[in-house]
């Protein structure tokens, strides 16, 4: 059974550029969770979502970001006209039912705005 | 609100030496917590977890941890550090049970020295 899986891996961005990082959860996990951490910080939770719905968005920035978790493939964390502020580490984590005692965290995606 | 306090960003401790890895927690009813690793340029693996029952919980690699309600505590000890426990510690919280969100600590880097 694959891990959970993200990428691209590293991804450099220049200022008002778009950024797409994909996550595919582990197999039979339908629960998918995004983070963020910045430079020197720990994690934030940004947005936890189930297959075709958003859960809870509480952790997203207003403007620019959005998620989504299609029923078909993986899923999808928009930055829209990157800043220099969004580079940071994505991270996502899924699991089987809704729960943080059987999640697991991805490799994540290194965001560079240059 | 729900918080996750690591005192100590910067540890050096040399090999063979015990190990001891300080965190906080602000929650109101009993917690769910959670000590990660994270290697360089890697995501979080998850070396404990704490839900309820016996406070000494044992972990992967060596590690274990003690829940101490009056203390608001979970310190993750190790008896016998090794270089390749150099890292970066996360201590986390379940935002509310077992929802699926975790607050993260700011982290511990760990330097082993020789």
């Known amino acids: 059974n694959a891990g959970v899986m993200q990428n691209p891996r590293h991804l450099v961005r220049r200022r008002g550029q778009e950024a797409r990082l994909r996550c595919s959860p582990m197999?039979?996990?339908?629960?998918v969770y995004w983070y963020r951490q910045l430079p020197e910080e720990g994690l934030k939770f940004m947005v936890y979502?189930?297959?075709?719905?958003?859960?809870?968005e509480s952790g997203m920035p207003k403007e620019r970001f959005s998620a989504e978790f299609p029923k078909e493939g993986p899923s999808i964390l928009r930055i829209q006209q990157v800043v220099r502020g969004d580079s940071a580490a994505y991270f996502c984590?899924?699991?089987?039912?809704?729960?943080?005692?059987?999640?697991?965290f991805g490799p994540g995606t290194r965001l560079t705005v240059l | 609100a729900q918080s996750v306090t690591q005192p100590d960003i910067h540890i050096t401790v040399s090999e063979g030496a015990s190990l001891e890895l300080r965190c906080n927690y602000s929650?109101?009813?009993?917690?769910?917590l959670f000590w990660y690793v994270q290697s360089p340029g890697q995501g979080l693996q998850l070396l404990l977890k704490y839900f309820s029952g016996d406070t000494l919980v044992q972990g992967i690699k060596g590690f274990e941890a003690e829940f101490k309600r009056s203390q608001s505590s979970f310190n993750l000890r190790k008896p016998s550090v090794h270089w390749s426990d150099a890292a970066e510690y996360f201590c986390a919280v379940d935002q509310g049970g077992n929802t699926g969100k975790l607050i993260f600590g700011q982290g511990t880097t760990l330097q082993v020295k020789p």
């Open positions: 984590a899924s699991s089987p039912v809704p729960g943080t005692d059987t999640q697991y």
């Open positions: 197999k039979g996990h339908s629960h």
């Open positions: 929650y109101g009813a009993t917690p769910y």
């Open positions: 979502l189930q297959k075709e719905n958003i859960i809870d």
